[in-house]
């Protein structure tokens, strides 16, 4: 499928989803938000696909949701500008449908919705030029699109409060670390970095690791008892697979094991 707004590209079980409007800055129009929820379901229906990158083309992530398109919704009476507005976050959101492990690869500007789609990945890796906020407030308007369920859930209440409040810029530093993201590079050494956790990651086998992107989300909502039920169940299945037969064979013989994805 061809995108106008999105580039779509899969090597080695890589797949790289990059945001392709970069005289707006990536900014997450209408059209995007479409054309996005449409390649997520093609991933998700993509058997060879095992990490999905999410990026932006040119010199930043994402501007953020398109102002005009968002107080466009505000023209319709109450009831549909708040139907409108849920179905547009849910295109972004859709990303969170996927079993397989997502990164999203910021630089530059990654600001209000872009930096809320980012925390819908599973995984952030930021350049030292990310200008990254919370800037809802900044035009009157409270923050949207999963903020006050994603952000605390990564950072806590307290510095929640404080970026989506202030509508601050966070220093990068700052945000590597209170966790806001998983590790900050040199913008020439973006995509190397990033490609090569992909590769660390794509390399293991598939079915632990979709049980364990599920256990890991279901434990931050769930007691102690149903996650080691949980995890009991995941590693019955899995000594069920070829891969953790090879595994056990790898570490029995001293060899590296060479995974199938089965």
Same mark, same amino acid.
């Given at each position: 499928?061809?995108?106008?707004?999105?580039?779509? #590209?899969?090597?080695?079980?890589?797949?790289?989803?990059?945001?392709?409007?970069?005289?707006? /800055?990536? !900014?997450?129009?209408?059209?995007?938000?479409k054309e996005f929820s449409e390649?997520?379901?093609?991933? /998700?229906?993509?058997?060879?696909?095992?990490?999905?990158?999410?990026?932006?083309?040119?010199?930043?992530?994402?501007?953020?949701?398109?102002?005009?398109?968002?107080?466009?919704?505000?023209?319709?009476?109450? !009831?549909?500008? /708040?139907?409108?507005?849920?179905?547009?976050?849910?295109?972004?959101?859709?990303?969170?449908?996927?079993? *397989?492990?997502?990164?999203?690869?910021?630089?530059?500007?990654?600001?209000?919705?872009?930096?809320?789609?980012?925390? !819908?990945?599973?995984?952030? *890796?930021?350049?030292?030029?990310?200008?990254?906020?919370?800037?809802?407030?900044?035009?009157? %308007?409270?923050?949207?699109m999963g903020t006050s369920y994603?952000?605390?859930?990564? *950072? &806590?209440?307290?510095?929640?409060?404080?970026?989506?409040?202030?509508?601050?810029p966070i220093d990068i530093q700052?945000?590597? +670390? %209170?966790?806001?993201?998983?590790?900050?590079?040199?913008?020439?050494?973006?995509?190397?970095?990033?490609? #090569?956790?992909? +590769?660390?990651?794509?390399?293991?086998?598939?079915?632990?690791?979709?049980?364990?992107?599920?256990?890991?989300?279901?434990?931050?909502?769930?007691?102690?008892?149903?996650?080691?039920?949980?995890?009991?169940? !995941?590693?019955?299945?899995?000594?069920?697979?070829?891969?953790?037969?090879? &595994?056990?064979?790898?570490? +029995?013989?001293?060899?590296?094991?060479?995974?199938?994805?089965?």
């Open positions: 499928m061809q995108f106008k707004t999105l580039l779509l #590209d899969q090597q080695d079980g890589i797949v790289t989803l990059t945001l392709n409007q970069p005289e707006k /800055k990536n !900014a997450m129009t209408m059209e995007l938000g390649a997520i379901a093609q991933i /998700k229906n993509n058997l060879e696909a095992r990490v999905l990158i999410i990026t932006g083309q040119g010199s930043s992530f994402s501007s953020g949701g398109d102002l005009q398109s968002t107080f466009d919704q505000f023209e319709a009476p109450p !009831a549909q500008a /708040k139907a409108n507005i849920i179905k547009y976050y849910k295109t972004f959101l859709s990303v969170r449908d996927l079993d *397989i492990p997502t990164i999203a690869v910021l630089k530059g500007h990654t600001i209000g919705a872009a930096l809320c789609l980012a925390l !819908a990945c599973d995984m952030r *890796i930021a350049s030292t030029d990310t200008k990254m906020t919370m800037s809802f407030i900044k035009i009157g %308007i409270h923050p949207g994603l952000l605390p859930r990564l *950072i &806590g209440t307290a510095k929640a409060f404080e970026m989506c409040l202030t509508g601050d700052e945000a590597l +670390r %209170i966790g806001l993201v998983n590790h900050v590079v040199e913008p020439e050494r973006l995509m190397e970095f990033s490609l #090569d956790l992909a +590769r660390r990651i794509a390399k293991n086998p598939v079915v632990p690791a979709r049980f364990l992107k599920k256990s890991i989300y279901r434990g931050l909502h769930t007691d102690l008892e149903s996650a080691l039920d949980y995890e009991s169940s !995941a590693q019955v299945i899995c000594s069920f697979t070829e891969d953790m037969k090879e &595994g056990l064979a790898a570490a +029995r013989e001293k060899r590296i094991p060479v995974f199938k994805g089965y």
